[in-house]
């Protein structure tokens, strides 16, 4: 069945750092693949996604780029911020675009100044 | 409405008892999704209706939980004779219509805050 396989956290970056969250997929054709982020006493809500290959989403100053070759969605973002403090979860939708998610298990981000 | 709306936002209940948790789906969208998120875990699927099919109930973990939606609108999970390992947060979701053609784009899920279960 599908699955997301997500970067283990928690993760800990200084003000400013650069940040890649790897997740990779396995999954039966070609699936969209999102990023949702739960920030400290909120509901999730969508950071980002990319429907085919090579695609990229981006929002934020967050980007991911979806690679068919490796199975990928790694999410990255050149200069962090305290407010980027957040839970960031992986996931990946079938091909028929009605589907539910599959989830990674979520990786948790902390940003000290 | 605007967006997702789950009650009770926290419940706390004692082992044994039955709880109801409500969902209010995005005005329009027809297909609408159960979650559980508990600590330290990701989010496990638990049910999604979509339209007049039948629901996608392969997520329930045991037959103690049950959902139901009302009128292709509101939807309630049901949790019969609580255990504590019950205790997480209930996350509902709704996308709209459409999809079914391979490819066609995907359909964004809309988040409620959750309902936190706690089962003494």
């Known amino acids: 069945g599908d699955s997301v396989t997500q970067m283990e956290g928690p993760v800990t970056l200084s003000e400013e750092a650069f940040l890649t969250i790897n997740c990779t997929y396995t999954?039966?054709?070609?699936?969209?693949l999102f990023w949702y982020v739960q920030y400290p006493g909120e509901g999730l809500q969508l950071l980002l996604k990319?429907?085919?290959?090579?695609d990229k989403g981006s929002n934020k100053g967050f980007e991911a780029t979806y690679r068919k070759e490796t199975t990928s969605f790694h999410l990255e973002k050149g200069s962090v911020q305290v407010s980027d403090s957040a839970v960031y979860f992986c996931?990946?939708?079938?091909?028929?675009?009605?589907?539910?998610?599959?989830f990674g298990t979520g990786t948790r981000l902390t940003i000290i100044p | 409405g605007a967006g997702v709306s789950q009650s009770p936002s926290n419940k706390v209940t004692e082992k044994g008892k039955d709880v109801e948790l409500r969902c209010d789906p995005i005005s329009g969208h027809t297909a609408l999704y159960w979650y559980r998120q508990s600590l330290g875990q990701g989010l496990e699927f638990l049910i999604y209706f979509q339209g007049n099919s039948a629901p996608d109930k392969s997520g329930l973990p045991s037959d103690r939980f049950s959902a139901e939606r009302t009128g292709g609108s509101v939807s309630t999970l049901t949790i019969q004779r609580t255990q504590q390992e019950d205790s997480a947060v209930y996350l509902c979701a709704s996308s709209p219509s459409g999809g079914g053609v391979p490819f066609s784009g995907a359909n964004v899920l809309t988040f409620g805050a959750g309902s936190r279960l706690t089962v003494l």
């Open positions: 999954a039966t054709g070609y699936p969209s």
């Open positions: 996931a990946l939708q079938g091909i028929w675009g009605n589907e539910k998610l599959t």
């Open positions: 990319a429907t085919k290959a090579d």
